[in-house]
T-cell receptor, first 114, second 113 residues
Framework: GNSVTQMEGPVTLSEEAFLTINCTYT??????LFWYVQYPGEGLQLLLK?????DKGSNKGFEATYRKETTSFHLEKGSVQVSDSAVYFC?????????????FGTGTRLQVTL | GAVVSQHPSWVICKSGTSVKIECRSL??????MFWYRQFPKQSLMLMAT?????????EQGVEKDKFLINHASLTLSTLTVTSAHPEDSSFYIC?????????FGPGTRLLVL
């Protein structure tokens, strides 16, 4: 079946440090890939997505590239801020539309300190 | 983005009682809502897909008679955990589909004693 594997957290970084959160997936065919973020006390929010191989999703300084050859969708940011502290979830689905089922990774908690 | 609320945010109940969790879409009408469950340090697991005006579609291994889902309107879906037991303790999250993505509620933490 489909699955998503994320690096275990927590990840603790100093402000302005470079961030990478690894995500790999197992799936048949060509899924769409997503990163969701959950800030404390809030629901998950879509951060970025990519729907086909070699696509790069980007938002708020975060980027992730859909690498089919390595089945990966690693999240990166060049300079993190304290406000980026949250839990990040990698996910996949076979339909980027609204009624599609999402398969999630376990989430990676990021803590950014001054 | 759309705002989804859940009530209650957390609940403690005795074993054998039933608990109802509400999921409301505050500014968007959704024909489809999803219910997820999350155990500590594990993924969100889809429990069921709720369609307004029709029966919910449950994922394999999820007992439909234990987790009753009602999607009575375009802005409200409810999940009732019937005869709850300690193993039902978990974090329950709803989401609604809309505008090319899903919008998630903040979750409800259930503790069954």
């Amino acid at each position: 079946g489909n699955s998503v594997t994320q690096m275990e957290g927590p990840v603790t970084l100093s402000e302005e440090a470079f961030l990478t959160i690894n995500c790999t997936y197992t799936a048949t065919g060509y899924p769409s890939l997503f990163w969701y973020v959950q800030y404390p006390g809030e629901g998950l929010q879509l951060l970025l997505k990519a729907t086909k191989a070699d696509d790069k999703g980007s938002n708020k300084g975060f980027e992730a590239t859909y690498r089919k050859e390595t089945t990966s969708f690693h999240l990166e940011k060049g300079s993190v801020q304290v406000s980026d502290s949250a839990v990040y979830f990698c996910a996949l689905s076979y339909n980027p539309g609204t009624a599609s089922k999402l398969t999630f990774g376990t989430g990676t908690r990021l803590q950014v300190t001054l | 983005g759309a705002v989804v609320s859940q009530h209650p945010s957390w609940v403690i109940c005795k074993s054998g009682t039933s608990v109802k969790i509400e999921c409301r879409s505050l500014d968007f009408q959704a024909t489809t809502m999803f219910w997820y469950r999350q155990f500590p340090k594990q993924s969100l697991m889809l429990m069921a897909t709720s369609n307004e005006g029709s029966k919910a579609t449950y994922e394999q291994g999820v007992e439909k008679d234990k987790f009753l889902i009602n999607h009575a309107s375009l802005t409200l879906s409810t999940l009732t955990v019937t005869s709850a037991h300690p193993e039902d303790s978990s974090f329950y999250i709803c989401s609604q589909g809309g505008r090319g993505t899903q919008y998630f509620g903040p979750g409800t933490r259930l503790l069954v004693l």
